[in-house]
């Protein structure tokens, strides 16, 4: 039996996350799906000519997604967890581009200046053999994940370029296959989208843009029902992680910590100021955008913290999961 | 003859600034009317009993706005001056309040902090003589101003609690009688809303929350056909101004001299790195918020440091002011 | 009588606050005495064609103050209070200038980015009949005040570009003639350094340089015994005020806030919510500078609002005052 | 032959980083040597009821370093390359606590709120077989560095709690055995400063405060002559590295990855924007601390992405490590 493949109709990307959206196809909770996304550039840079503000519309048509999807059975107050289980190179290449005004070591439209914008660039990186070709002398490994994986917010419909607590574009390696995404169901059917596809990206994505590609998404879905989560939160073999995004780039810093600490409360039986020194001592902190409208920061606990509390885990039992 | 009055049909007010709402009037440049709008808490907050958390929904169902209001004739691309001729309280009482994790001198949901919150407090200030009564012992002048004006956002619905390009929630004091405010045109129509007057309001809007009030607002608009803005502009008898929001604060002011000098350079012939000069010895800059989503900052330059340019006002000419 | 006048020994200004450096004067509380002070680029800049790279040495040989000052009685524990009687040019020009990498609006040594830097600038300022001259079309009034003023910090010291607890270069036209400013003895004599007089300056000194000068400069101190207070104070005739220091914007406005807090809960008897209040409607926050390694911000309630307990200040009373 | 062995005389630690300390031992290139340092608390908190507040003086008496060593024939131009052979364990137990107004998750005296504190906690670790013990569930492994590593500023002397272009209170777990930490030499001599020693810490040091040990530490220093830097550098043998320290946060990751790139166009043929593309897609950010006075990242580039470049290096050589 194969999987349900869902892919955008007349391949008319959206570039908001919002419940104004028709959903484009239903889920059900524990069976396989795979979503196809296009590039960030929406596959208008093919080659090192293709400069950026010459073949993109730019703002706000930009970093086209996939979605909504609809998920069956999932209610405001839901949390909505996303398996990703495996995320394909769609096309035999990747792109990356400086872009005016836009990045981590430039002045842009945000962080204002008057100096003159950096070139403009456009790489194309030939994807051979499961690595990265950046030039002649340096090849690195692929590490794909979703830029941008989100549900629709309650009331706003948000640009895609936005990271938020409904997720969205946060840029983090951790979206990546293994890990199960949490994200807050705020409309009835969650409506979840995906898009911006990252062969691979160093930490906070520093030029505004990693190594773009089109990708072949499989995801599988399940629900706990009544659980509220105000940020994204990430879980792996090994990892507890949560996900905030805000500006400066510490207020997201402690929106993760402490968002990681509701979770070490809730679910494994810590005294939150127990946690806080617990992190202190061993919380892992990663950028993941450093250019994006809001900035976005992952914090982890390694799953050996968790003490024996770590098997008796208080995990709320998920009424979808037993139904299905 | 009268005004043509503007109110929210059913009491129904929207919580976001955007496309999806039909409008509930449509106005033509040049004539008068007047907007009712109603106060922040809507109308929930009526004595010092009435707190914050026990009366009022929270975000996203937080700052109602009265519109969109159609204006004929605008189109993407122009600029939408709108005149605020008078803002007059709607009741015999402003209301400011404290509210758990919100405002300038706690943590917040953003500065995520583990701090217990501050005191919930509500402070009725009635209103007297064109006075605000704060307590026994100090009165203060009423200062009426819009805390909420702004046009849709291109393809997004934003919460009306977020100030951004398209004006919104920048709690400036700057928005008010007397003063023009020039907000880009991103829809067919405008599409303009206005809320969450303010009786008066300090610098910055530490708490959070400013003399909330209901009000009577009389405007007129204007079309400058074909002129792009990047962020709002406010004009006086006295100033130019520009307001930019963002976070941290530095880049809202960065955002506000940026575009002031834009102006400078588009409309009174200046040189950018001039009037950038100018602007380090004559520049002013007002903190409109330090508390909202993103914060806004007010540059400003008095108009008698134009020189003879300002006379020579190179100001498009407005076809849609021609043909009324 | 004539008052002492205060000049730096052979020319051989300090760059740092700090108590390390040989006090070049005694001063007694309550008698007034003069200070000359040479402007920020050490006098190296008089004509449009000095530009900074060529004529300066840059940080940390920059902003050159003269001092220390010994104050007769001031221990640690007290509260120095300087109140400024009169700033003069001592030339009949003041300079402002572009630098590299420095300013507002371009990428700095802090906020890094890989743009070109802007160019380099030098701008003569001639003064005449107390008015500045911009350039053809444009003057501007005089309103001088001290960018740098402050104590020695304690055990450090600290470059004379750096804004913080001890006073130092907060660039804030607070002070300025009329206005006493309230610095903290962290050291036995105080240990008053004065300098970087500015002929005018636009709100945050968005190009990062002033209408600098050299000046004359009349001051008298008093001490405040045993008040000790954790950021610099400012009192006009008609406002309260506290100076913040620190980075991003909003942190220099929230310690700005905070201290005035304090200043209303220690002197006036506010209740610390109630004066929070106040300031959510009646507070004044001004930018000082958003150019230097900590930016500053001024927080002012205007004495109006103290209510009648403005009259009945319980300020604590200076026994130096009694004594002399 | 054994090392030379160096403690602070007395035990008159000192509590900033600065030329006006004299010499307490002179170093040779080439030889290694043992610093004896006393942790953050000066072995002031030895229980858990030894609270922070009633056995500690506060900042600017906090963080005793050893030093200032005396490197011979460091000139200023030069950087110094101190390269970490051992850290260990003085004593059989670090101790980390919780600290009024201090730390990542609370209201601090920069980011200043109204806010009641956090309790106070003091928490003894003991270590044991290479382990420390968290508390009855929950042990980690060691992991020391040195909080505190430096040089002297140039003109300033500067609070050991304060990190900057001279090293400091990085509270960067890439100060550890087996790297290299590159400092400027900033006064003849180059001035070392050590202290701070942690068995462990979380990215960021979230609550302020690591598991703070006394230690013994082994170092070995050597000269590159005449190179300045602008930020410490880190070299290990996977990873170049760079430190930047400022707030906000982004701010300090910006300085890190444009320090970085400078090292790659310096000594690995870059060309700039090549780097800056290279970082996009592999560079990595770690947060060294979120909670001193300036913030720290860490960028770094793993070696193998140094393409045939890196065994054609270009470093400069070393005058010292010839004639040694």
Chains 1, 2, 3, 4 share one sequence.
């Not at 949560?242 to 993760?256: F, M, N, Q, T, V």
């Amino acid at each position: 039996m194969q999987s349900q493949t869902i892919r955008q109709p007349n391949g008319e990307y959206v570039y908001t996350l919002g419940a104004g959206h028709p959903p484009i196809a239903r889920v059900e909770c524990g069976k396989s799906f795979v979503i196809e996304t296009i590039d960030a550039f929406e596959g208008r840079l093919r080659s090192n000519h293709d400069l950026y503000t010459a073949r993109c519309p730019g703002p706000p048509r930009a970093n086209p997604q996939t979605g909504p999807i609809y998920v069956e059975g999932a209610e405001p107050g839901d949390t909505l967890v996303v398996h990703i289980e495996a995320i394909e190179p769609a096309e035999d290449f990747a792109v990356t581009a400086l872009i005016p005004h836009f990045g981590g070591l430039t002045g842009t439209h945000l962080t204002a200046t008057l100096n003159a914008p950096l070139p403009e660039v456009t790489r194309i990186l030939p994807i051979r053999d499961g690595r990265l070709r950046f030039n002649d002398l340096i090849e690195m490994p692929l590490a794909p994940f979703l830029g941008t994986i989100g549900t629709a917010p309650e009331l706003e419909s948000i640009s895609s370029l936005v990271p938020g607590p409904w997720g969205g574009n946060m840029d983090c390696v951790e979206t990546s296959a293994g890990n199960a995404v949490w994200l807050p169901v705020l409309n009835r059917g969650g409506l979840l989208f995906c898009g911006d596809a990252h062969a691979r990206q160093g930490d906070g994505e520093v030029t505004g843009v990693a190594a773009e590609m089109s990708a072949r998404v499989t995801l599988r879905v399940e629900l706990k029902k009544g659980l509220k989560i105000s940020w994204p939160r990430v879980e792996s073999d090994t990892h507890l992680m949560a996900i905030g995004s805000a500006r400066p780039l510490e207020d997201a810093a402690r929106i993760a910590y402490r968002e990681l600490i509701g979770w070490l409360v809730e679910d494994y039986a810590f005294d939150a100021l127990e946690a806080y020194e617990l992190l202190g001592l061993a919380g892992e902190m990663r950028v993941g955008n450093m250019v994006d409208p809001s900035y976005s920061m992952v914090a982890k606990l390694h799953k050996r913290y968790l003490g024996q509390r770590g098997s008796a885990s208080t995990n709320r039992p998920s009424l979808e999961e037993d139904i299905i």
